[in-house]
């Protein structure tokens, strides 16, 4: 908590230029392309990154599908998660959070520049809804990150909760592959009290193609994401050691 208040407080003499022109490129998507509104993103992510000392290192970008749509499915650790894999991912994404945690100063912005969806989570039928029409958006190319966790632990230590297999109706429905993503030591940028200089890593592994996984059960495909995030993040933990 004390990273951001303190990237906060460091980008205050930007805020009454970046803000009104992230507002107005969010607001009016038929004047600036997906491209340059995703750009802004990036440059506002690496004005946050400067200022708090934070580096975010990426492996893997190379599995990634080189066309159509896919889902990421990353291990959650708090609120820099999302920025970690936007900053490393060249081409353009967006993702799904939570309503209520949507509507704060920038983080507003940020949602609506990418046109990300809003899910209630304590409305069943809106998930439906949220759940139909990223599967849509993803079978048409775009790419979407989902957190399967539902939620993170403050100072997460890199430990992965069960996920969610209602998480992955989206995979299915849409017959896209499946990207999981494993975030390490993202919980120190904003949901811990380390103030230093930080290294993230986001690494990227090997996409499940519709062909794996379309026989499987949604547990099981959310048994299978979670064994190989756990596995990468025990591996680069230990040759960190």
Do not use: W
């Not at 107005?24 to 340059?36: N, S």
């Not at 992510?45 to 893997?60: A, D, P, Q, R, S």
């Not at 970008?61 to 708090?78: D, F, I, R, V």
């Not at 993702?95 to 983080?107: A, C, E, N, Y």
Request: hydrophobic fraction near 35%; include cysteine; proline fraction near 5%.
């Amino acid at each position: 908590m004390l990273k951001l208040f303190y990237v906060i407080f460091m980008n205050l003499h930007r805020a009454p230029y970046m803000i009104p022109r992230m507002r107005a490129e969010a607001d009016h998507p038929q004047r600036y392309t997906e491209e340059q509104r995703y750009s802004l993103v990036q440059h506002a992510i690496y004005l946050m990154n400067k200022t708090g000392k934070i580096n975010t290192v990426e492996t893997g970008a190379e599995h990634l599908p080189k066309q159509g749509g896919y889902m990421m499915y990353p291990n959650h650790q708090g609120k820099y998660d999302v920025l970690g894999i936007m900053y490393t991912h060249k081409s353009p994404c967006s993702f799904v959070m939570d309503k209520r945690k949507s509507h704060t100063i920038l983080v507003r912005e940020f949602c609506d520049l990418v046109q990300a969806k809003r899910l209630e989570k304590d409305n069943p039928r809106q998930g439906i809804t949220i759940i139909n029409q990223v599967a849509k958006e993803v079978a048409a190319g775009k790419k979407y990150i989902l957190f399967p966790e539902g939620g993170y632990r403050f100072n997460n230590k890199n430990k992965v909760c069960d996920f969610k297999a209602g998480s992955f109706k989206i995979a299915l429905k849409s017959h896209a592959p499946i990207v999981p993503i494993a975030l390490i030591d993202s919980y120190k940028v904003f949901n811990s009290f380390h103030i230093g200089p930080i290294t993230t890593y986001v690494h990227y592994l090997k996409p499940i193609c519709y062909e794996e996984y379309k026989g499987m059960k949604t547990q099981e495909i959310a048994d299978l994401v979670k064994i190989r995030i756990e596995e990468k993040i025990q591996q680069e933990m230990q040759a960190h050691r």
